[in-house]
Nanobody, 124 residues
């Protein structure tokens, strides 16, 4: 069982930044493709970004392109989501998810393991 733990959420002002971390105890975590999702109140869970292990490329949903950056440090078994130029529309619970595949996916149903989520609130 792969366990994931997110951290780094909190309150940010519009235009501010936060960095989320997703850490796993799984020693082969580098073999897993990882995605970041978010869910705002009353809305469906949506993809934010996912990273393909095979080609080392990252997909970003249009609304975060140019503002968010996903990266991973395999030595630390950690995946990051750097979020800049935050807006109130970014307010949501953010989740990281993992699947044992070369490829990430935008469909949450394709992921086998989920963290508990971390709240991000953007407000002045």
């Amino acid at each position: 069982q792969v366990q994931l733990a997110e951290s780094g959420g909190g309150l940010a002002q519009p235009g501010g930044s936060l960095r989320l971390s997703c850490t796993s105890s799984e020693r082969t975590f580098s073999n897993y493709a990882v995605g970041w999702f978010r869910q705002a109140p009353g809305k469906q869970r949506e993809i934010v970004a996912h990273r393909n292990r095979r080609y080392d490329t990252t997909y970003y949903t249009d609304s975060v392109k140019g503002r968010f950056t996903m990266s991973r440090d395999n030595a630390k078994n950690t995946v990051y989501l750097q979020m800049n130029s935050l807006t109130p529309d970014d307010t949501a619970v953010y989740y990281c998810a993992a699947r044992n595949s070369y490829y990430g996916s935008s469909d949450p149903h394709d992921y086998d393991y989920w963290g508990q989520g971390t709240q991000v609130t953007v407000s002045s």
